[in-house]
């Protein structure tokens, strides 16, 4: 056995989160970002929510107004000619534009043994910036010396990009704005500088050309970013046939930089697997696993608000242990247990 599931999972649902507002029902609490303060771990949740009085026939899109602060929402009836399409409960489009029904914003979770949670009442990060109109999402966490730096999706009717978020305590949060343009996704920092720069993992989404993967990317300072590099792309006949994209913060090992990586394939079966990047020049992949670390397999991640879905944004070491947390079916959070070596049997 590679991973090992917690009997408690999903040890978050949408039930056990308090929605910002009265009127609002929370959807899903998953994809946290994930680290240790204070001597408890620190999950920041995506937490979706939508209003209450949605009807059956009709499609309702939550926006921020960054003017006034207030979110509004944006009603269609089914039928309306000018909806093209509704591909599930997530989403829908209006005249080929995409609006989500749920918006998202980032909520801290504490615990002691990593199972048990205590969440917060009201969110840690909302959105206000005018691009963050649509919602935060899928934040990872990485801490570099005393200081959390927080990658997250910013999403707006001009895009999906990677802002940037730091702190020092997990109570003030200062917004860098957006360090990478529509459409680079799925960042993550390396937890040290190498050679002097500051690295990090990218997933630029190609409109016509290119596969849709993993790519390596370099700064002198976390905000300006260049020297980007392809570095795990989707691998034709494998499990990862479709897509990649980077999950945890790498685990620096004697090995090299160990990072547990998402992808799905060409079905949309979402997985999490393993490479092993060079410790001096992370551009460098040294192994990639030949099979999952993690696929699908109980209930709350075959079946939900998107089944079929394994997806981490964030893994901690503790106690000789790997505690990768992830979202399930984008609607729970959950956690599984594993090793290094483990992992680096996987390739």
């Known amino acids: 056995m590679i991973v090992e599931r917690f009997s408690e999972n999903p040890i978050i649902t949408p039930k056990d989160v308090r929605p910002s507002r009265d009127d609002y029902e929370v959807v899903g609490a998953f994809n946290p970002g994930a680290t240790i303060f204070n001597d408890q771990i620190i999950l920041l949740l995506r937490v979706a929510e939508r209003p209450k009085d949605k009807a059956d026939d009709e499609q309702v899109a939550p926006i921020l107004n960054p003017e006034t602060g207030e979110l509004e929402h944006f009603r269609l009836k089914n039928y309306d000619p000018s909806i093209t399409d509704i591909p599930d409960s997530r989403s829908f489009y209006v005249n080929g534009e995409m609006m989500l029904t749920s918006i998202s914003h980032l909520r801290i979770a504490r615990s002691k043994d990593g199972v048990n949670f205590t969440i917060d009442p009201t969110p840690a990060v909302f959105p206000e910036m005018p691009y963050e109109t649509y919602g935060l999402e899928d934040p990872r966490i990485t801490k570099i010396e005393d200081v959390y730096y927080i990658t997250y999706k910013v999403v707006s009717d001009k895009g999906i990009c990677t802002g940037l978020l730091t702190t020092e305590n997990f109570t003030h949060f200062n917004r860098h704005g957006i360090i990478f343009c529509p459409e680079n996704i799925d960042v993550v920092m390396f937890p040290e500088k190498i050679g002097g720069k500051y690295w990090a993992l ?146």
């Open 202 to 347: 990218t997933r630029p989404v190609p409109r016509y050309i290119g596969p849709r993967g993993v790519w390596i990317a370099s700064s002198p300072d976390t905000v300006h970013w260049g020297q980007h590099v392809p570095l795990i792309l989707p691998a034709e006949g494998t499990f990862h046939d479709g897509k990649t994209g980077g999950s945890c913060v790498p685990i620096k090992t004697d090995h090299g930089w160990l990072e547990i990586y998402h992808g799905s394939d060409i079905n949309d079966k979402y997985t999490l697997a393993a490479a092993l990047l060079d410790l001096n020049d992370p551009s460098q992949v040294l192994a990639r696993a030949k099979v999952p670390l993690m696929e699908p397999a109980a209930p709350y991640e075959l079946e939900g608000f998107y089944g079929n879905v394994v997806f981490s944004c964030g893994a901690i070491e503790k106690d000789n242990a790997v505690l990768i947390y992830y979202g399930a079916s984008d609607e729970y959070t959950a956690v599984a247990k594993t090793t290094v070596s483990r992992i680096l049997s996987t390739f």
